[in-house]
T-cell receptor, first 115, second 116 residues
Framework: ETGVTQSPTHLIKTRGQQVTLRCSSQSGHNTVSWYQQALGQGPQFIFQYYREEENGRGNFPPRFSGLQFPNYSSELNVNALELDDSALYLC??????????????FGAGTRLSVL | DAKTTQPNSMESNEEEPVHLPCNHSTISGTDYIHWYRQLPSQGPEYVIHGLTSNVNNRMASLAIAEDRKSSTLILHRATLRDAAVYYCILRDFFYRKKDSNYQLIWGAGTKLIIKP
């Protein structure tokens, strides 16, 4: 059973650019959640995808968008990057099966630096 | 949204029990209490969760107050590898869509320091 993998691990962009972050969910999981974690803070929920549809969204502007593919992997896209977007971006996968419904499995994250 | 309150940091000696408190006075009847931990340079890791009754697993125990307004994560014998930030989180049911899943609202957590 493979875990959650995210790519790339590190990324440097300049203000105004666009970025795409990728996440492969754990085998058998149909739900992916994305979080932004600033230094010294807890993760902040961006949005969640369930069976290829957005299933909820946190307090993030529309320039944060996402996709989930038929194999349940996911992308996070951020347009018009701002300096405050510099953070660790975490992907978590989970399943709606009753046995493990309450557990999210996280990747190691992508560290994005915006200059 | 129900919120949690945790101490910013705690220290403990290696091989001694650790009790990490969490207050959640506005918890609703359907909120589960989750604990995750984040080791340095890693993504968060699930520890334990519960609703009303105390829970035990191989990593830890979760003691939930009778009124559910507070809970305590218990590490029975802390090791240096348990040094991490521990997050107490309430499950927030946002709008339900089909067989929807859920998301978790995170605070700043408790930084646990283990002294050898």
């Amino acid at each position: 059973e493979t875990g959650v993998t995210q790519s790339p691990t590190h990324l440097i962009k300049t203000r105004g650019q666009q970025v795409t972050l990728r996440c492969s969910s754990q085998s058998g999981h149909n739900t992916v959640s994305w979080y932004q974690q600033a230094l010294g803070q807890g993760p902040q929920f961006i949005f969640q995808y369930y069976r290829e549809e957005e299933n909820g969204r946190g307090n993030f502007p529309p320039r944060f968008s996402g996709l989930q593919f038929p194999n349940y992997s996911s992308e996070l896209n951020v347009n018009a990057l701002e300096l405050d977007d510099s953070a660790l971006y975490l992907c978590a996968s989970s399943s709606d099966s009753s046995g493990t419904k309450n557990i999210q499995y996280f990747g190691a994250g992508t560290r994005l630096s915006v200059l | 949204d129900a919120k949690t309150t945790q101490p910013n940091s705690m220290e403990s000696n290696e091989e001694e029990p650790v009790h990490l408190p969490c207050n959640h006075s506005t918890i609703s009847g359907t909120d589960y209490i989750h604990w995750y931990r984040q080791l340095p340079s890693q993504g968060p890791e699930y520890v334990i969760h519960g609703l009303t009754s105390n829970v035990n697993n191989r990593m830890a125990s979760l003691a939930i107050a009778e009124d559910r307004k507070s809970s305590t994560l218990i590490l029975h014998r802390a090791t240096l590898r348990d040094a991490a930030v521990y997050y107490c989180i309430l499950r927030d049911f946002f709008y339900r869509k089909k067989d929807s899943n859920y998301q978790l609202i995170w605070g700043a957590g408790t930084k646990l320091i283990i002294k050898p």
